[in-house]
């Protein structure tokens, strides 16, 4: 039996396509209302079209916002908080793997970073209040395990040293593992016992997902892809996640097929993640859960 979401608000981002798209079409059809961010308006309308004739009601909208830059974040947070009540369910879903050339976002800070971790961190901050007004709400930070072949140098968090999509795409996941750890003990920490927040390595998914790559990473991929999992099933620890009763107490963790993992890397330690955090506040202007 599927739990009952009809009264939750829920946040899904990079909805539009692979897993986002899965998880919201889900949690929808268990009667969520769903809020999809998206970048691309033509894409978030044909979205929200499909996702409300698979669950049957109308209830799903779309927020459009680029997450890498944080002017449209900052605006995005403030007309969720206009138009909602509260945040049930935040599912930090979007997440890219850039091509060999490093780019800037529209804040000069390099693409991946901007849009796999900071992003997600402000959009986190500036809806925190949104989330303590739920009775009990969950953050899902969508990792990987692709956090083992981070390489991360705080002192050159911009990469401006030096540039590998494969290691700032495997950097951002373990940013996001760290963050959500830290968040998840600054909750505790400020008394905050009915926001949780968990990380999740969805599987090594058959999406398009990475295309721009380029290189070795976009040949690993294509060889790859015959023994990925469908979309579908990539969705299922963020769904779980987000939904299910017995890990509604659970904080701080990494979920694999449902269960929770240990993070093996020599980075993954409470240190590095309070400068993690206290370098992404500096970055994206947030102060949160001080």
């Known amino acids: 039996m599927s739990p009952n979401l009809q009264q939750h608000i ?7 396509s692979g897993l986002g798209k899965a998880t919201a079409t ?11 961010l998206a970048r691309n308006a033509e894409k978030a309308d044909a979205t929200q079209r499909e996702i409300r004739a698979a669950a049957g009601h109308a209830r799903v909208d779309v927020l459009l916002a680029d997450l890498a830059d944080l002017g449209q974040v900052r605006r995005a947070a403030a007309e969720f908080s206009a138009r909602y009540p509260r945040l049930d369910v935040l599912v930090n879903n979007a997440g890219l793997l850039f091509g060999p050339q490093r ?14 971790h900071l992003g997600p961190f ?9 989330l303590r007004a739920s009775p009990a709400a969950r953050v899902v930070n969508l990792a ?8 991360p140098n705080l002192a050159d968090f911009q990469s401006e040293k030096s540039y590998s999509a494969m290691r700032v795409y495997g950097n951002t996941k373990l940013y996001n593992i760290l963050f959500t750890q830290e968040l998840a003990r600054r909750l505790r920490a400020h008394g905050i016992a009915n926001v949780t927040a968990n990380a999740v390595h969805p599987g090594v998914v058959a999406t398009g997902f990475g295309a721009s790559a380029g290189g070795w990473a976009g040949v690993l991929l294509a060889l790859g892809r015959p023994f990925m999992v469908s979309v579908e099933k990539g969705a299922e620890t963020s769904i779980f996640l987000a939904s299910a009763p017995e890990v509604a107490a659970t904080s701080g963790g990494f979920f694999a097929k449902k269960k929770p993992e240990a993070v093996k890397h020599p980075f993954n330690t409470p240190e590095h993640a309070r400068q993690l955090w206290e370098l992404s506040e500096a970055l994206t202007g947030a102060r949160f859960l001080e």
């Open 122 to 130: 402000l959009l986190t901050a500036l809806l925190l209040e949104k």
């Open 144 to 151: 990987s395990a692709a956090y083992r072949v981070a390489q």
């Open 26 to 36: 889900a949690l929808a059809k268990m009667g969520a209302h769903v809020v999809i």
């Open 10 to 16: 829920i946040l899904v981002t990079g909805a539009t």
């Open 103 to 116: 780019q800037l976002s529209p804040d000069g800070y390099e693409l991946g970073v901007a849009t796999n």
